[in-house]
């Protein structure tokens, strides 16, 4: 008997990364929802009809490094092999006054987004490494609002994305330091932030392990689901004028449906089996659009700043 494929996705409790596990599950894949919240995401799972077979549960919190150490933990008594891992989770905190703090005291959505996901890849790179599955593949979930060579990324409100020397990592990245260039904390900003991170993560984990290894390392932006709970922090007057404009004015939207089909394609596809590049089926949604490699912005292609950066990370997240 052929065994079944195993994914791991985290932020599988809402929005893009339930959806996924749903459209993945269809494809007959074994799901581990990776989740900080298990009775809500044994909830949605049964209401969006994910089979009860096809799915996992197991508590992370991409926000507590320990947490992190103790999922993998987790994984790892289950005995599945790991055939695929999607770094979906995020935070965005667009109104925050002051900056959230993670269990270690980094601002939260650079620790969530970013420092969370990088510590999750680092250790499961063993558990990829070791399964017997021909393709195994490590997908980022990426946005435009991160990348400038995109329309999107070029909105400048509050700033555009912006790591700078990476000050503020060099500094420690705690209290009072909350933005990753060192300068004064902009809340939607740092979102952006950690999110070219995610690409940066991308880029160099492809350089470091794709020829060793053969695990595929790329990342998709699975067009703007502008209804998702990514949004509950914004204003409410936001909330419903965003769905409105990206469904009628930039044709932009998508729902969590297709978004999570999009994942699973590049996920379980050979189509999507090229390492170190970033897919988007563009910003403005036309039917039957094929995938497309997006270029990235000149920041998240720096080669040297992914290199400063996957250092200093290993420093915060203490495996260096
Ligand atoms: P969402 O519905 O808010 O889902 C985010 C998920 O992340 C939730 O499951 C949430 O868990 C989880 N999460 C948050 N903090 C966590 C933590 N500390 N530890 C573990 N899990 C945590 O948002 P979404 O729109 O689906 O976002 C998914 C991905 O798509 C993100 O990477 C986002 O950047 C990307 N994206 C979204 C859009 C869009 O238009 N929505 C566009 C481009 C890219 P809880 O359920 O417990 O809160």
């Known amino acids: 008997m052929v065994q079944e494929s195993t994914v791991v996705i ?25 989740c900080r919240n298990l009775a809500k995401t044994e909830k949605v799972a049964k209401e969006v009809g994910i089979p009860q077979d096809k799915y996992s ?7 507590s490094l320990a947490s992190v ?19 979906n989770a ?15 005291g980094y ?11 990088f510590l999750l890849c680092n250790l499961m790179l063993e558990d990829l490494k ?21 329309i999107g990324g070029k909105i400048p409100i509050p700033a555009p994305p912006d790591l700078g020397d990476l000050q503020g990592m060099e500094a420690g990245f705690k209290a009072p330091i909350a933005m990753i260039d060192g300068k004064k904390f902009k809340p939607g900003k740092a979102y952006k932030d950690s999110k070219l991170c995610n690409m940066l993560t991308m880029r160099e984990l492809h350089d470091r392990y794709h020829d060793s290894t053969g695990i595929i390392f790329n990342a998709l932006y699975p067009g703007c689901v502008a209804e998702t709970g990514l949004f509950r922090n914004h204003y409410s007057l936001f909330r419903t004028i965003f ?39 563009g910003n403005r949604q036309q039917e039957d659009r094929t995938a497309f490699q997006q270029e990235i912005s000149d920041e998240a292609m720096d080669n040297n700043k992914g290199k400063r950066l996957w250092e200093l990370s290993e420093k915060l997240v203490k495996i260096a």
């Open 107 to 117: 601002e939260l959505s650079v620790a969530t987004n970013h420092l969370g996901h």
């Open 10 to 34: 985290t932020g599988a409790s809402s929005g893009v990364g339930l959806y996924a596990a749903k459209a993945l599950a269809n494809r007959g894949w074994h799901v581990v929802m990776a």
């Open 57 to 63: 549960i197991i508590h992370l919190d991409l926000a």
């Open 243 to 281: 769905p409105w404009f990206q469904k009628k004015i930039t044709g932009g939207y998508v729902t969590e449906e297709l978004a999570g089909e999009r994942v699973a394609k590049v996920v379980a596809d050979p189509q999507f089996n090229e390492s170190g590049v970033y897919y988007s089926w």
């Open 130 to 150: 070791n399964s017997p599955a021909p393709e195994k593949k490590l997908v980022t979930i990426g946005t435009v609002t991160a990348n400038p060579k995109e």
């Open 69 to 87: 150490h103790q999922f993998v933990q987790d994984f790892r008594a289950t005995g599945k092999s790991l055939d695929a891992l999607v770094c």
């Open 90 to 104: 995020a935070v965005y905190l667009p109104l925050e006054k002051e900056p959230q703090r993670s269990q270690e």
